[in-house]
């Protein structure tokens, strides 16, 4: 017996009683569950986000139209475009978990300083010259870097080039709101530091493997690592698939090297709610189907590929950004050298224990 079969069998003949019980439900708000079963409790998710790409080279043409018509500074704070998923209702989340804009910064501009309660990260994808200031300590952003503004620190971010940059905000706002829990407030009108150093204070502290400072040995929820450079993740790649070239099972699958971020405080998600990883696939590797519980979101950091989402295959160029609901059936292909970001609700999926994921219709 299915759902509509057991939903029928609740439903009594239609008559004058029977009218005027559901009337008084109405009138007193009640909304009784034989009528609601199949939409409350699905057999499996039932997401209104539907899976949907957006191409970086519409995208960053957008931002540079905006940068050129729109102003940065107190009030509309920064010049992020949210990327909306068309299955919710015009609101501005890819996710009904996580949101993700392109921010563009223009030569010389500052956005100035404010904090709230949800976190954040910002991923470059290409260019240099901006700094952005956390808690007082300036972090310099480059390409494949992934930078930090964990809940409740102030942060602004200024550009100290002739040239303008774009990068991915990704944040928890969706979750925050639904659940309201979030605060906010403005901070300088400028940043607190205009310096330029090479390496922030945060990772001089804690960049170094294996390392922990004593001066830091209470755990915190968020990481204290405001950086994680490329060039300790491209290593981190690079070495896991030599490794699998000697025979030594380093990668998550054969030819797809991957690494999570993490909390040297905890080696657990850099952030309570966002989990980011970065994925490194070999030239004409294809991943098994899989579904997960929660929603993803990547961007191609670079080399070609495709995607298929729910049956539909999409080609993937350097920037492509895409969302998979969740339970959404879902495989990567590489044309070249595949490098993804990637990142999730999975923490909040994880600690509530609804994780559940299948991959090639067996059950884990």
């Known amino acids: 017996m299915d759902d509509t079969d057991g939903q029928n069998a609740m439903m009594p003949e239609d008559g004058p009683e029977l009218r005027k019980l559901y009337a008084d439900f109405r009138d007193m708000n009640i909304m009784p569950l034989w009528t609601q079963l199949a939409d409350l409790m699905p057999r499996h998710p039932q997401p209104q986000a539907v899976p949907y790409l957006w191409r970086w080279a519409e995208l960053y043409p957008l931002a540079q139209r905006s940068g050129e018509l729109v102003p940065v500074g107190r009030g509309g704070e920064r010049r992020a475009l949210g990327l909306g998923n068309p299955g919710l209702g015009g609101n501005p989340y890819i996710s009904p978990t996580l949101w993700c804009a392109i921010q563009y910064l223009g030569p010389r501009e500052t956005a100035p300083e404010h904090r709230h309660s949800q976190n954040a990260f ?134 797809h090297a991957a690494v999570r971020y993490v909390n040297p405080t905890t080696g657990g998600d850099i952030m309570p709610t966002i989990r980011a990883e970065f994925h490194r696939l070999r030239e004409g590797v294809e991943t098994p189907t899989r579904r997960e519980v929660g929603a993803t979101v990547f961007q191609v950091f670079q080399g070609r590929g495709r995607v298929v989402m729910a049956g539909e295959d999409h080609r993937l160029d350097q920037g492509d950004i895409f969302v998979i609901p969740s339970w959404v059936p879902w495989s990567l292909q590489a044309e070249t050298m595949f490098d993804l970001f990637r990142f999730s609700d999975a923490p909040i999926v994880e600690r509530l224990n609804f994780d559940r994921v299948q991959v090639d219709g067996g059950e884990g």
């Open 122 to 255: 910002r991923f470059v994808v290409e260019g240099e010259g901006v700094w952005t200031v956390v808690n007082g300590d300036p972090v310099r952003m480059s390409r494949g870097d992934l930078l930090l503004t964990p809940g409740w620190h102030f942060h602004g971010h200024h550009n100290d080039t002739d040239q303008p940059m774009a990068w991915i905000d990704g944040l928890d706002i969706p979750f925050s709101h639904h659940n309201d829990v979030g605060f906010f407030e403005f901070g300088s009108d400028r940043v607190t530091d205009y310096a330029t150093p090479r390496y922030s204070r945060g990772e001089r502290l804690w960049a170094h493997p294996g390392l922990r400072p004593l001066s830091g040995l209470r755990n915190s929820v968020s990481s204290p690592l405001g950086a994680y450079r490329w060039e300790y993740t491209d290593r981190a790649l690079t070495e896991q698939l030599l490794l699998e070239e000697e025979g030594v099972p380093a990668t998550v699958e054969q030819g």
